[in-house]
């Protein structure tokens, strides 16, 4: 199988601080793959790192078989990025804006293909000025796609929507995963990476700390359940055991049942408290 | 990481088209660059109209002959704001613009795209001969039609007209990219290269005469390239008549020719070591 991203021992430090310290990472090519972690963890650095934006310490990095240090036209034409903030371009309509940046590109997709498929074709000839901030984050997208790209990177998208704009972006994003692209994204939202990511990472103090599905990260598919009812509550790693006992119990019906397994926030928030010092 | 020509595309159907030319995608900058300049309304009225608004105040304000010289002031203020017309479409729109370009992500997220750096360079390239080559246009049809003003007729003064406006524009583009990188912020940006712009202008000859100034202001306007600028703007307007109102009797047009083009070769090694693709507060 290829990677479509390799790192390995990849380290940067900005004067005093070390923003990351030793960071390993395979992704494959056509996966989701989400990297999770507090601000100034090093998850944006690394991401910055692998994009071609930024130099690193040491380390190697190979992203579509390139290293970013040494960015070419070409491989920046099979990559795509989302930008965190950008408010550029303010005085061209969408549809100017994503006809011009098509040009860049050796293989552009559609210019109005691009702009129905992030949903702006209503506002294709407003000013980018004009548009609220979710429509600015779709032109981010629309402008991040346009080369068709292998790749792309998308920095904490949905920051600031709402949540059904949220669901429709997520429903963006399905779309372009179903396309064969990998995708690499980072996120302040557990139910983002949950319902998006074939593998999270969590970064915490420049270090990966955990690594795996969302369902198992963390141990949490063995982790212990909690059973609560109207009258108590215990973990177990039998629930439906104590289930089936509390229901004969009852003579039927337990009054007030939950079972429930930690969710990803709560295997988070566990792991990014241990590294800290 | 084996075989990326066809290991990681596995979809492309389409053979891989060559890249585009910078030259292509530099025209194509330069068409988007001037339409966002004519949209933005601040930027329009602060390097654009500021010229063209000076002239018909002072052309009305100061009326009248200079000395017997059959050159009349409003003429004079005409070659002047022509001189300063050109330092702003490059000096300040470019300082202020590259310093917004840095700012709001536009630089940041053309390197993230496979558009070649030297196109940037040629939009804005373009852009400010756009600007510069109205503004000169403007100013001149109201110098002709309001105040007088004489088209020359030689084709030399046309010539001279030609190299003046090149060597300066090309100067004052490359010295406004440089200063781009000064400002903190976009915010800032309009402050600290107007600033230094409005007092250059002052000193420079374009609205008091060199006649009425200290000897050590002429001496530090001497070193900028906007005073020189302006002296061969009126080599070409005010003809040899304007000539005795220069300091030396002469436009000395070899040294002008000379002062700018040695602001193109230092502006230039400026922009090479101290242009930034990236703002402030992404480190």
């Known amino acids: 199988m290829t990677n479509a991203i390799e790192v390995r021992g990849l380290t940067k430090r900005y004067g005093d601080v070390q923003a990351v310290s030793g960071i390993d990472l395979d992704i494959s090519q056509g996966e989701v793959f989400a990297i999770l972690g507090p601000n100034g963890a090093g998850k944006s650095t690394t991401v910055e ?16 078989g390139v290293d970013p240090a040494r960015p070419t036209r070409e491989w920046r034409s099979r990559i795509g990025i989302v930008l965190q903030s950008a408010n550029d371009a303010a005085e061209l309509s969408v549809r100017e804006t994503v006809r011009h940046f098509a040009g860049y590109y050796p293989n552009p997709r559609d210019p109005d293909e691009v702009i129905a498929a992030v949903g702006l074709t209503e506002s294709a000839n407003k000013r980018v000025r004009q548009l609220s901030g979710g429509q600015r984050r779709r ?28 669901r429709q972006f997520w429903e963006l994003i399905e779309g372009l995963a179903h396309n064969g692209s990998t ?26 700390v955990a690594e795996g599905e969302p369902a198992t990260l963390g141990g949490r598919a063995t982790a212990k359940a909690v059973v609560t009812w109207q009258d108590g509550s215990v973990e177990t790693d039998t629930p439906t055991e104590t289930v089936l006992e509390l229901s004969r119990r009852y003579e039927g019906e337990v009054p007030g049942l939950a079972v429930a397994r930690p969710t990803l926030e709560d295997i988070y928030l566990k792991l990014i408290e241990a590294p800290r010092d | ?21 910078a030259l292509k995608l530099g025209l194509s900058r330069g068409a988007v660059e001037t339409k966002m300049f004519f949209r933005e309304k601040d930027a329009v009225v602060f390097t654009f109209a500021f010229p063209i608004v000076l002239l018909m105040l002072f052309g009305s304000i100061f009326a009248g002959d200079l000395e017997g010289t059959g050159v009349t002031v409003s003429q004079l203020y005409t070659a002047g704001l022509i001189g300063a ?24 997220r053309l390197a993230g ?8 360079f040629i939009g804005k390239i373009i852009n400010v001969l756009v600007i510069a080559f109205l503004e000169v246009a403007i ?12 088209l020359p007729s030689e084709v030399s003064s046309w010539v001279t007209f030609a190299w003046v406006f090149v060597l300066g524009v090309t100067a004052a583009a490359l010295l406004g990219t440089a200063a781009s990188s000064l400002p903190r912020s976009a915010k800032s940006a309009a402050a600290v290269i107007s600033m230094p712009f409005v007092v ?10 060199f006649t009425q100034m200290p000897e050590w202001l002429i001496n530090i306007a001497s070193v900028f390239p906007l005073k020189w600028m302006c002296q061969g703007f009126r080599a070409v307007f005010l003809g040899d008549g304007g000539a005795a109102l220069e300091l030396t009797k002469s436009y000395e047009l070899g040294r002008v020719a000379l002062v700018l083009a040695a602001w193109v070769i230092g502006g230039l090694v400026l922009c090479l070591t101290t242009f930034r693709w990236k703002g402030r507060r992404d480190g």
Not at chain 2, 8 to 20: D, E, V
């Open chain 2, 85 to 108: 017309g050109v330092m702003g479409a490059g000096f300040q729109n470019l300082g202020i613009g590259i310093a917004g370009d840095r700012d709001d992500g536009t630089l940041k």
């Open chain 2, 200 to 209: 250059l202008q002052f000193i420079s000859g374009v609205f008091i005469p």
């Open chain 1, 49 to 64: 790192i692998l994009e071609g934006y930024r130099k690193r310490d040491s380390g190697e990095v190979a992203v579509l």
């Open chain 2, 139 to 150: 100013l001149l049809a109201i110098g002709v039609v309001m105040y007088d003003l004489d």
């Open chain 1, 139 to 166: 032109v981010d997208v629309a402008l991040g796609v346009l080369g068709d790209p292998e790749l792309i990177f998308l920095d904490e998208p949905t920051t600031g929507f709402d949540p059904e704009a949220r």
């Open chain 2, 1 to 21: 990481m084996t075989d990326t020509a066809t290991g990681t595309a596995p979809r492309r159907t389409a053979a891989t088209r060559a890249m585009p030319s």
């Open chain 2, 113 to 120: 795209t496979p558009m070649p750096r030297s196109a940037y």
């Open chain 1, 183 to 208: 995708i690499v994204l980072t996120t302040h939202y557990l139910d983002e990476a949950e319902a998006l990511a074939d593998r999270v990472a969590v970064i915490a103090g420049g270090r990966i």
